[in-house]
Nanobody, 120 residues
Framework: VQLQASGGGLVQPGGSLRLSCAAS????????IGWFRQAPGKEREGVSCISGSPGSTHYADSVKGRFTISRDNRKNTVYLQMNSLKPEDTAVYYC??????????????WGQGTQVTVSS
């Protein structure tokens, strides 16, 4: 199982970015895939998770209404569209297999991180 995250960068407050998580060596639609982030000096936070078919979505309260997770099974890729970005969204973002209950949690497979910096 391999996950490859991309799409991070520097953006001004209020701007947008789209992160991508491409899977290889397995069919992504059988797994729930999500995004986690970690800012310097802070604990890792579950951001969003999308289940396998039919693709129910889950979000942390801090990003609801601003971030949208989606998947394209033909491309074996999960996306995280991030709008109305705030400086507090600055972190390294990781894609990973995920689960959800009272909160989002990782379930074992990780991609490398991609840096998102929101600053003027």
């Amino acid at each position: 199982v391999q996950l490859q995250a991309s799409g991070g960068g520097l953006v001004q407050p209020g701007g947008s970015l789209r992160l991508s998580c491409a899977a290889s060596r397995f069919a992504l639609d059988y797994y729930a895939i999500g995004w986690f982030r970690q800012a310097p000096g802070k604990e890792r936070e579950g951001v969003s998770c999308i289940s396998g078919s039919p693709g129910s979505t889950h979000y942390a309260d801090s990003v609801k209404g601003r971030f949208t997770i989606s998947r394209d099974n033909r491309k074996n890729t999960v996306y995280l569209q991030m709008n109305s970005l705030k400086p507090e969204d600055t972190a390294v973002y990781y894609c990973a297999t995920c689960g959800f209950g009272s909160s989002l949690y990782p379930t074992g497979y990780w991609g490398q991180g991609t840096q998102v910096t929101v600053s003027s």
